[in-house]
């Protein structure tokens, strides 16, 4: 599989990333609130960059990649102390980023690295 191009990923931003990216993200954290949700909470914020912008894991574009991640008990603990409480702060400043012009390309870097902020979780390898 391959990356979509940038055409087709700027226009689903424009007509369907930019409102259900911050749909996902409560969801995620409101799941996130019980044990039973946690991880599927966890598996919706990972994808928050290619609900952003179709943006696909570079797992499924280069199988090889992969192979770096951490540990599932490393990135457990991780957001068991610091995961949870980080990344709802991040995402929050991130939407306030995305509300100006000029914070929107800080807003998309912020988003795409969500998942490593939350639970150390590699998107792009």
Do not use: C, H
Not at 52 to 60: A, N, Q, V, Y
Not at 73 to 100: C, D, E, K
């Amino acid at each position: 599989m391959k990356q979509r191009s940038f055409l087709v990923r700027a226009i689903w931003f424009l007509f369907v990333g930019w409102w259900a990216t911050p749909a996902v993200v409560n969801i995620a954290w409101l799941l996130n609130l019980t044990i039973i949700g946690i991880p599927l909470g966890i598996k919706l914020i990972n994808l928050v960059p290619t609900v952003l912008t179709l943006k696909e894991p570079r797992s499924l574009v280069d199988p090889e990649s992969a192979a770096g991640q951490r540990s599932l008990l490393v990135r457990g603990v991780y957001f068991v102390f610091v995961g949870w409480w980080l990344s709802w702060l991040w995402a929050n400043v991130a939407a306030f980023f995305a509300v100006t012009i000029i914070g929107l390309p800080i807003a998309l870097w912020m988003f795409n690295r969500l998942p490593v902020v939350t639970s150390l979780y590699r998107f792009d390898g």
